[in-house]
């Protein structure tokens, strides 16, 4: 890995455009939603495939608020780009997950302490062993305490990012929910495995979207529009950071 130039092949703009602090949903909607309903003064950087990136303030605050995509090559490419080419220190993954423990219930928020995988993406570093992918202590804590303020439902533990939405086993999920896995999404491990590689600081903020426990789920438009508490949750946490 080495340092990139900018732009970069997915980022048209300059480091000074994009803020220290970056928030990043999956869907470029509601990384729009973030900056018209949050951000004021709000500037779109990058809108390069239709993946859009923000950035204003939060209370006087700069944010950045970039779309990732979906899975794990995807946020990959753009959290790698933000922290080599533009000089960012914290990613803040703001996404939805599956439940999968019967006390995870829809619209909580599950912060990832940890980031199982089903992906071969640590092979890339040649490790003679297993690597745990794990979230920056101090964007957690920070989190913890503004969840905590708010009056949130939260969790806090291993999520399982995974490269199959789809999964042709029906019982690929089991083994995971055995371990005490709180929830599924398709991001957060790459993140971390690229801020750990780079030196940065991550985390993923998910709010449960549907449970694979009892098979309750919100529609599309819910995903992109309604998740403002774990939004809030992030901004005041990349307010705390400075």
Known sequence: ??????PTPHIAATPEQIAPTVLMPGDPLRARFVAEHFLENAVLFNNV????????TFEGTPVSVMASGMGMPSIGI???ELYSAFGVDNIIRIGSAGAMQKDVRVR??????GACTNSRYAEQYRLPGTFAPLAD?????????VADSLGLTYHVGNLLSSD?????????NAAWRRMGVLAVEMEAAALYMNAARLGKRALAVCTVSDS??????????????SFTDMMTLALRTAQAMG
Not at 49 to 56: A, D, P, S
Not at 108 to 113: H, K
Not at 137 to 145: D, E, I
Not at 164 to 172: C, G, I, Q, S, V
């Open 1 to 6: 890995m080495s340092e990139l130039s900018y």
């Open 49 to 56: 495939r239709g993946v859009q990136g923000y950035t204003g």
């Open 78 to 80: 753009y959290s790698y």
């Open 108 to 113: 909580d928020i599950v912060l990832g302490m």
């Open 137 to 145: 202590f101090t964007l957690l804590q920070k989190a913890v305490s």
């Open 164 to 172: 199959t939405f789809y999964d042709d086993d029906p019982n690929a």
């Open 212 to 225: 694979l426990i009892t098979g309750e789920a919100l529609d599309a438009e819910a995903r992109q529009t």
